[in-house]
């Protein structure tokens, strides 16, 4: 009944709480290897259904049940493998969802895609809400950023650097586009990278 119901959504609250200071604690352990230039990036073409498989771990949270949040994805087309360390963007993804469960208002959406644009291909997580002024649109990647008004939802922790750190990494661009419905965390992997396939070591991708 009732009892049963609470005690699920706070064993399911706790489990969660447990996952954001397991995230926490490797987003640092793993910002330190990068700025010490010793993690490996080991890129590999993503078949859409390893899209598939992440997303599902992804979108169970409770915030976005109780919030009524429609978490979508659109199918990645066929054919289009983005290069890229599938641990670590997977990591990344986390860190976005994560940002997207808390910050998404009630009967929001939230959506899952990838298309090639040019010379990138571009994983993108759209949020709908308030959009982020255009001054916090780049600081709020930044290490420790603290800003003040609206946007100052997004900068909680290291979750955002980190993305930065790993986009660095990857020789590719993390930034937010935002129109009047909410905000579009983008990805870019540049396609002249894709001779990089295979195992690198990361050195001074904070310097890119």
Request: aromatic share 8%; charged share 25%.
């Amino acid at each position: 009944g009732e009892h049963d119901k609470k005690i699920g959504r706070l064993v399911r609250l706790s489990s969660e709480a447990c996952n954001d200071i397991v995230s926490l604690a490797s987003n640092m352990l793993d910002i330190e290897k990068m700025e010490d230039g010793r993690l490996v990036v080991n890129r590999s073409p993503m078949h859409p259904l390893e899209f598939e498989k992440m997303l599902a771990k992804m979108t169970g949270q409770v915030a976005f049940t109780e919030k009524n949040i429609a978490v979508l994805a659109d199918p990645v087309p066929q054919g289009l493998f983005v290069h890229a360390d599938s641990y670590l963007l997977g990591r990344v993804l986390q860190n976005l969802y994560n940002n997207a469960a808390k910050y998404t208002p009630e009967d929001g959406i939230v959506r899952f895609s990838v298309t090639r644009e040019g010379e990138e291909d571009i994983v993108c997580l759209f949020s709908s809400g308030d959009p982020i002024p255009p001054e916090c649109r780049e600081t709020i990647f930044e290490k420790y950023s603290r800003m003040s008004g609206q946007g100052s939802q997004y900068s909680k922790g290291l979750g955002l650097f980190f993305c930065k750190m790993v986009m660095n990494a990857h020789h590719g661009r993390i930034w937010v586009d935002t129109d009047v419905t909410g905000n579009y965390f983008k990805l870019g992997f540049k396609l002249a990278d894709r001779d990089h396939t295979g195992r690198t070591s990361v050195r001074d991708a904070a310097h890119y």
